[in-house]
Nanobody
Framework: QVQLVESGGGLVQAGGSLRLSCAAS????????MAWFRQAPGKEREFVSAISGSGGNTYYADSVKARFTISRDNAENMVFLQMNSLKPEDTAVYYC?????????????????WGQGTQVTVSS
C-alpha cells in the first residue's frame, strides 16, 4: 500500500521557519518526481515546489522562490521542504505528492499519490 505521510507543520510567527517532511512507503520513490502543494481555506490547491528523482532538478512557485528549499533523501524515502521567512499568506495545509516520471509538472492532476496534509499557520 502506497503511503505518503507529511509531518512538521505547526504554528509559527511571521519571519520564522519550519521544515516539513514527507515519508514515502509502499514502493520505491527514488525515480519519482516529488512535489509539495498547499491549499488555503476557500482556495484551490496550488503548486509549491517539486524535485526530480535524482534531486538534480528543482522547481518553485514564484511566491516561494528564494524562501523555500526542497530536498530529498532517496535512501530514506523522504522529501523535505525547508520554509524560511514565512509570511501569513503561507498559511495552508501542505501536501506531499508523487508521480512516477522524470518530468516536473505543476498541475495537481499530474500527481498520482498524495499524503493527508499537514497544517502550517503563520501568525502576523
Amino acid at each position: 500500500q502506497v503511503q505518503l505521510v507529511e509531518s512538521g507543520g505547526g504554528l509559527v510567527q511571521a519571519g520564522g521557519s519550519l521544515r516539513l517532511s514527507c515519508a514515502a512507503s509502499g514502493r520505491t520513490f527514488s525515480s519519482d518526481v516529488m512535489a509539495w502543494f498547499r491549499q488555503a481555506p476557500g482556495k484551490e490547491r496550488e503548486f509549491v515546489s517539486a524535485i526530480s528523482g535524482s534531486g538534480g532538478n528543482t522547481y518553485y512557485a514564484d511566491s516561494v522562490k528564494a524562501r523555500f528549499t526542497i530536498s530529498r533523501d532517496n535512501a530514506e524515502n523522504m522529501v523535505f521542504l525547508q520554509m524560511n521567512s514565512l509570511k501569513p499568506e503561507d498559511t495552508a495545509v501542505y501536501y506531499c505528492a508523487a508521480r512516477s516520471s522524470v518530468l516536473i509538472r505543476t498541475p495537481s492532476g499530474y500527481y498520482d499519490y498524495w499524503g493527508q496534509g499537514t497544517q502550517v499557520t503563520v501568525s502576523s
